[in-house]
């Protein structure tokens, strides 16, 4: 069983920047497709985005396109949400997920069944 640990949050002004990275307990985690959500108060957990196995493909949510850069480090365990130019709408709880069933990606929270315990990022206008 996987553990997942997300940092990387913070506080920023709009325009900003923050990384967040994801790290894994397990060394076979390249055999694990991995997404991020996000959540803001009182809202959905909602899809952001995921990478393949291998980091070979990747799918962005249409409200981070352009802005957000996903990737992952196989050798150390570790996917990464490089997030830029960001909005105040970008506030929430962010997520790591992972599961080695998935054989691509995928954008569904259903389909993961190992999350980290999140971490806050916060835009402020």
């Known amino acids: 069983q996987v553990q997942l640990v997300e940092s990387g949050g913070g506080l920023v002004q709009t325009g900003g920047s923050l990384r967040l990275s994801c790290a894994a307990s397990?060394?076979?985690?390249?055999?694990?497709?991995v997404g991020w959500f996000r959540q803001a108060l009182g809202k959905e957990r909602e899809f952001v985005a995921a990478?393949?196995?291998?980091?070979?493909?990747?799918h962005y949510a249409d409200s981070v396109k352009g802005r957000f850069t996903i990737s992952r480090d196989n050798t150390k365990n570790t996917v990464f949400l490089q997030m830029t130019s960001l909005k105040p709408e970008d506030t929430a709880v962010y997520y790591c997920a992972a599961d080695r069933r998935i054989l691509g990606l995928s954008v569904l929270v259903g389909d993961y069944a190992y999350w980290g315990q999140g971490t806050q990022a916060t835009v402020s206008s």
């Open positions: 990478i393949s196995r291998s980091g070979g493909t990747w």
């Open positions: 397990e060394r076979t985690f390249s055999s694990y497709a």
